[in-house]
């Protein structure tokens, strides 16, 4: 009997330990199902939070939102074929809070996957019980002719006893972001990037963003790597970049990449910012074929709030992507390499023999290289599917 009782919890133990996550179950219905060949139709949204930390079973004002919206999109005709959550699905990061989310989306008839943002980080266990019941954090994936790629920009920090969200994208996240966006590229797929904090933009949004100066790791504006980020969506001619985190809806154009801010999902709205419309809302984005993307902005019932604040991208658009011209200069041993645009580049520098000098992976304007003198070099500098050589003596 003992026995019996061992191998029974065992059993659970080990369906618990590999059971999929929120993400990965939608990801198999995804595969499990065709897309529709002339358009594809999903939902946005984000910020369904509550106001308050509720105890484990209770439902709160943003949790009452996000049931109506998940009611809502069920009736929809023709059913929408995913729907992309941008983040702060919880409060503080908990494990029930987690499990009250599940228990909502549950119901949804549509394949459900979402992004993490700060708020399930201020938990001592909320980036563990994330990976464990929602799922990755950065990934990719492909719907008929979509490039999805899921970026998180809110990372843990620990610091005197209690937890903050660090605001940046790292360095392993931008190469991570180049070698799929190369990809992208080669197979004529439309790449769209979803994350939670929009990037700071002179003119549009300057705080509560990615490169506040208020926000962790100070100065943000520098180590949240946002300039580098915005020079890749232009660089490969992203059409569309989706973000929550700001409570309110916003789409505008910036060098010829849409950004759409949806953070109306629940949580308390914001009404102290010039640009966007503090409502609770989402977004039916319905994209047709290679020719256009168009985003339909919907109350929780599933009505249209206002034409005005619809948008139409068009795919045939040319995006002005980021300088590759730079300048070389030779002082005291040192090569230097200065771009006018801080892209992912794998620069190589051979000797005459044809053998390797020195190679790496740069994210920044400038570059030095020590070298020796009496020597012939030649180098050869890679930035997407771009390729410069140049050679010189020293």
């Known amino acids: 009997m003992k026995r019996l009782i061992f191998f029974y919890l065992f059993f659970i133990f080990v369906d618990i330990l590999f059971a999929d996550t929120m993400n990965e179950n939608a990801l198999k219905k995804l595969k499990e199902s065709s897309p529709d060949s002339n358009i594809i139709n999903f939902v946005i949204l984000g910020d369904n939070r509550d106001t308050v930390l509720l105890p484990e079973g209770r439902f709160g004002n943003g949790d009452s939102i996000l049931i109506k919206i998940v009611k809502s999109i069920n009736r929809m005709i023709p059913a929408p074929e995913f729907v992309l959550n941008t983040g702060d699905v919880s409060l503080e990061g908990y494990r029930y809070e987690y499990n009250r989310y599940r228990s909502i989306i549950e119901a949804s008839k549509v394949p459900w996957l979402t992004v993490r943002g700060n708020h399930e980080l201020y938990s001592d266990s909320g980036t563990y019980y994330f990976n464990k019941i929602v799922g990755d954090t950065d990934f990719v994936f492909d719907r008929g002719n979509l490039k999805i790629i899921i970026l998180s920009n809110c990372h843990q920090l620990h610091?005197?006893?209690?937890?903050?969200?660090?605001?940046?994208?790292?360095?392993?996240?931008l190469i991570w972001l180049d070698s799929i966006l190369i990809d992208v590229n080669?197979?004529?797929?439309?790449?769209?990037?979803?994350?939670?904090v929009p990037p700071c933009i002179k003119?549009?949004?300057?705080?509560?963003?990615?490169?506040?100066s208020r926000q962790y790791p100070k100065p943000n504006i520098e180590k949240s790597n946002v300039k580098t980020f915005l020079r890749m969506l232009f660089f490969y001619r992203v059409p569309l970049a989706i973000f929550g985190h700001i409570h309110l809806y916003d789409s505008f154009d910036y060098n010829g990449v849409t950004f759409v801010i949806t953070g109306g999902a629940g949580a308390p709205l914001y009404t102290d910012f010039k640009r966007g419309v503090p409502v609770y809302h989402y977004i039916l984005m319905r994209v047709?074929?290679?020719?256009?993307?168009?985003?339909?902005?919907?109350?929780?019932?599933?009505?249209?709030?206002?034409?005005?604040?619809?948008f139409t991208i068009n795919l045939k658009g040319e995006v002005k992507p980021?300088?590759?011209r730079y300048k070389l200069s030779i002082r005291n041993n040192l090569l230097k390499f200065s771009f006018e645009s801080p892209l992912v580049r794998y620069i190589t520098l051979n000797e005459s023999s044809g053998k390797v000098f020195y190679e790496g992976v740069f994210i920044k304007e400038d570059v030095g290289i020590p070298i020796i003198k009496g020597n012939n070099y030649r180098y050869v500098i890679k930035t997407g599917n771009r390729i410069q050589s140049g050679s010189f003596s020293y």
Not at 168 to 173: A, D, G, H, M, R
Request: net charge positive; aromatic share 12%; charged share 20%.
């Open 186 to 196: 080669k197979s004529n797929k439309i790449p769209i990037v979803v994350s939670h």
């Open 203 to 212: 003119g549009y949004y300057t705080r509560h963003c990615l490169g506040y």
């Open 322 to 324: 980021s300088s590759l």
């Open 288 to 310: 047709f074929r290679t020719d256009s993307i168009k985003g339909i902005v919907l109350n929780p019932d599933g009505n249209e709030i206002d034409p005005g604040y619809n």
């Open 159 to 173: 610091l005197n006893r209690k937890n903050y969200s660090n605001y940046y994208i790292s360095k392993e996240q």
